[in-house]
């Protein structure tokens, strides 16, 4: 048995409080998910990779660089994003566009509205629901609208619902499996409602809000720690508290797992890591690029990698 082995039993032995790494673990249990699941980690270049850093392929809805809003659906099934003609760099509000494309490795669509521009979107499991940012010109103060029904056709304007934050701050929206609860976050702020109701659960400081796939809690960052609350009841647990986390990604589909971009004590790199949410544990994934946040890293079914949905986007 080697000094490095006898180590990395020793730690393996201590007590583990939430933050501390233990790499066997919390890793298995991820790898045991992707290969099961067919399931993977999206990164900030929209690559998606295994476990083990490994790109399988990317998300293929632009060209190289040209990356618009979008979000995946908490089972990683679906994804829902904004076409470029929907986000020009000038914005030219005079004619009718798609504003909204969805694709779940079978089928795509588009949701067209006369006059609107999305900036921020989300989407149910099975796109039941779909929540977005709406805006009718550049100077508007924006409508939060809640789609519905078969192929998303029947449009509600819940604007109340978001109280006063800002909607053009803001800059993600976060949904549930079942698109009964909506976290809405702006870089300094965030709520988690329900939306059919409008009744507020939880508010508070922090950035990149998520919500769990049982829509029970929200993970966030407020200044350089990660937050897990409980939306029913407002109890709260740190994570990562060794480093400074940067931003959340998605939960897996079984709401156990967190991606999330940490820096820990005094390492010079941001590592996404994956967090087991109920004992604290964390396992490191892959190193990060400086600007990289986490906040696209989610998780994506291989059903909608390396393959272009059949609807234009140009």
């Known amino acids: 048995m080697t000094r490095r082995d006898i180590i990395t039993l020793a730690a393996c032995a201590a007590p583990i409080s939430c933050g501390q790494r233990a790499e066997n673990g919390v890793f298995i249990r991820a790898l045991n998910l992707s290969q099961r699941d067919n399931i993977f980690i999206l990164d900030d270049t929209l690559h998606a990779r295994t476990l083990m850093n490994a790109s399988v392929g990317r998300l293929m809805l632009w060209d190289e660089g040209r990356a618009a809003?979008?979000?995946?659906?908490?089972?990683?099934?679906?994804?829902?994003?904004?076409?470029?003609?929907?986000?020009?760099?000038?914005?030219?509000?005079?004619?009718?566009?798609?504003?909204?494309?969805?694709?779940?490795?079978?089928?795509?669509?588009t949701l067209t509205f006369k006059g609107d521009r999305a900036r921020a979107v989300t989407v149910s499991s099975k796109y039941r629901d779909l929540y977005l940012t709406a805006f009718d010109?550049?100077?508007?103060?924006?409508?939060?609208?809640?789609?519905?029904?078969?192929?998303l056709k029947v449009s509600l304007d819940i604007t109340s619902a978001a109280g006063n934050l800002d909607l053009s701050a803001v800059e993600r929206l976060s949904t549930c499996s079942d698109g009964t609860m909506l976290a809405i976050g702006t870089r300094e702020s965030l709520k988690v409602v329900d939306p059919k109701s409008g009744r507020g659960y939880f508010s508070g400081n922090g950035r990149f809000p998520a919500l769990s796939p049982d829509g029970?809690?929200?993970?966030f960052v407020d200044q350089g720690a990660l937050f897990i609350v409980n939306v029913?009841?407002?109890?709260?647990?740190?994570?990562?508290?060794?480093?400074?986390?940067?931003?959340v990604g998605g939960w897996s589909p079984d709401g156990e797992l967190l991606l999330a971009a940490y820096r820990e004590g005094l390492s010079f790199f941001k590592q996404l890591v994956v967090v087991d949410t109920a004992s604290g544990q964390f396992a490191n994934i892959f190193e990060m690029g400086e600007g990289d946040f986490g906040s696209r890293a989610m998780w994506i079914k291989q059903d909608l990698i390396n393959r272009k949905p059949p609807i234009e986007d140009q």
């Not at 089972?75 to 914005?91: K, L, Q, T």
């Not at 029913?232 to 931003?247: A, E, H, K």
């Open 232 to 247: 029913v009841d407002g109890s709260r647990r740190q994570f990562l508290s060794r480093g400074t986390v940067w931003g």
């Open 69 to 109: 809003p979008f979000s995946i659906a908490p089972d990683g099934e679906c994804i829902v994003w904004i076409p470029r003609n929907a986000y020009p760099s000038a914005p030219d509000y005079s004619f009718s566009r798609p504003l909204v494309a969805v694709w779940d490795g079978q089928a795509a669509w």
């Open 137 to 151: 010109d550049a100077t508007s103060p924006g409508r939060l609208l809640h789609l519905q029904d078969e192929q």
């Open 216 to 219: 029970k809690h929200v993970a």
